[in-house]
Structures are given as structure tokens and as C-alpha cells.
């Protein structure tokens, strides 16, 4: 990714208003296997088995049901000097089966760190404002990634502007300031979303649409392609974000 395409996450994270819609498909638990094969639905306690990602092939062209849409532009910028692709690509890692992440096959970031973090959520009549620092409140892996990490290889192989590579991004604290309607609607129809975060959880960091691009032009699911760490995190440009359901 870009330094444009992180501007305008950042511009987009700190306007005054974010409103979230549901154009995105967002990375959930799913059921988990049982031992003879069979499956059967996961109850919330406890690591699911596997998570359900959007499927390669899911369009990118349009705001529509069923499709991830954050504006050609910032597909355009992602996959620069490269044509836009019209759909996600298949993932080329072991843990990637069809839309699923196999939890039990990814070479997590390894760490357990305790970070500063700083967020507040107040309200009026009509908003609810986020405000803080963008770290969570919960534990973080260890970046820059350890080069003795299983993970390692899979950041190192992408560049980032500013780093040797993307193993070498850290976390850093930045400005979170959003505010949403306490009353939000469902847009009568879907909409494009302009900018990277996608959401905010009450740990104080960000979740990012579930597209990343590789150096040939090609989009995945971020899950399918790059391994997370505990929390199912990493920084992008230091940003610390989420792409998938964390059950800790």
C-alpha cells in the first residue's frame, strides 16, 4: 500500500463524522469442525476452528450486496502502476481454504505486549465521539516482527514505504477522533467507503476493510494472505488495525 492510501485512511479516521454502512463484508467466526468431521456451530467459548472470509471472486468494481467497494480510487492507489483487478484473488498460503482462515495453520506474530492506550467515548443528544490514541487496551504482538518469527517471511516479502519492509513496521500512537450518529440507519442502498477503517471497537483500535493489495496488482483478504497476531492485528504505516474476530 501506499503513503496516499494511508492519508486517506487517516483523513477519513479523523473526519467529523464516519458513517459505517454495510457494503463491507466483514471477517467472522464460524462453525467449528468437530472431531469426526462433522460440523457443528461454534457457541463463543473458546478459539473457533476456522474463520469465514469474503471469497475470492467477490467483486470490487461496485457498491452492492455481497461485494467490497472503497472507491476505485483507492483501489486504483493500492495497486498502482498495476490495472485495478475486479475481484479478490485466491490467497496462496496453507491456512487459506476457499473463504476459510484454519486458525490452527497460521504462523501467528508472536508477542504478548502491553501497550499505552488511551480512549474515551462520550455522547449528546444526537452523537457518540471516540476519541484516543489508537492502541488497544488489550495485548499486541511484537512489531517490527522478530525475523526469527514463523511470520516474519510472509511481512518481509512486501515493501513499505519508509521500512526495508513490512516486517519492519511498528505501532505508533496517532490522533483517533470520530464521531457517529447514536441512531444510525442502514443506508437504503449500499455506498462506496472511502477510506481504510471500517469501525472502531471499545479496545480503542480500528478495524480495515478486508482488502490488501501484493506488488503485482492483486487484492486478498488480508486474513488469506498475512499472518495477525493473538488479536487478530497488525500496524499498517504504524496503524495499528484489526481484520478478524478476536475470542480473547
Not at 516479502?157 to 457517529?180: D, F, M, Q, R, S
Amino acid at each position: 500500500m501506499s503513503n496516499g492510501l494511508l492519508k486517506k485512511a487517516v483523513a477519513g479516521l479523523v473526519a467529523s463524522t464516519l458513517t459505517l454502512g454495510a457494503a463491507v463484508s466483514a471477517l467472522v467466526p464460524a462453525g467449528a469442525a468437530g472431531a469426526n468431521g462433522s460440523s457443528s456451530t461454534w457457541n463463543g467459548n473458546g478459539a473457533p476452528s476456522y474463520l469465514i472470509t469474503p471469497a475470492t471472486g467477490t467483486p470490487i468494481t461496485a457498491a452492492s450486496a455481497n461485494t467490497i467497494f472503497p472507491c476505485n480510487t483507492l483501489v486504483r492507489i493500492a495497486t498502482a502502476p498495476n490495472p485495478a483487478p475486479t475481484a479478490l484473488t485466491a490467497g496462496a498460503t496453507s491456512w487459506d481454504v476457499g473463504n476459510k482462515v484454519i486458525l490452527s495453520k497460521v504462523p501467528t506474530v508472536p508477542g504478548n505486549k502491553k501497550l499505552h492506550s488511551v480512549f474515551h467515548v462520550t455522547t449528546t443528544n444526537t452523537s457518540r465521539i471516540l476519541t484516543g490514541n489508537g492502541i488497544p487496551s488489550t495485548r499486541v504482538g511484537t512489531f517490527p516482527i522478530p525475523q526469527s518469527s514463523a511470520a516474519y517471511k510472509y511481512y518481509a516479502a512486501l515493501p513499505a514505504a519508509g521500512y526495508a519492509n513490512a516486517a519492519e513496521i511498528p505501532i505508533i500512537p496517532y490522533n483517533l477522533n470520530v464521531t457517529i450518529t447514536i441512531q444510525p440507519v442502514v443506508n437504503a442502498t449500499p455506498s462506496s467507503i472511502p477510506y481504510l477503517p471500517t469501525g472502531v471497537k471499545m479496545t480503542g483500535a480500528v478495524w480495515h476493510i478486508e482488502m490488501a493489495p501484493d506488488n503485482n496488482g492483486n487484492l486478498y483478504s488480508p486474513d488469506s494472505a498475512l499472518p495477525l497476531d493473538l488479536c487478530s492485528g497488525h500496524p499498517f504505516m504504524g496503524e495499528y488495525h484489526y481484520h478478524g474476530y478476536s475470542w480473547k
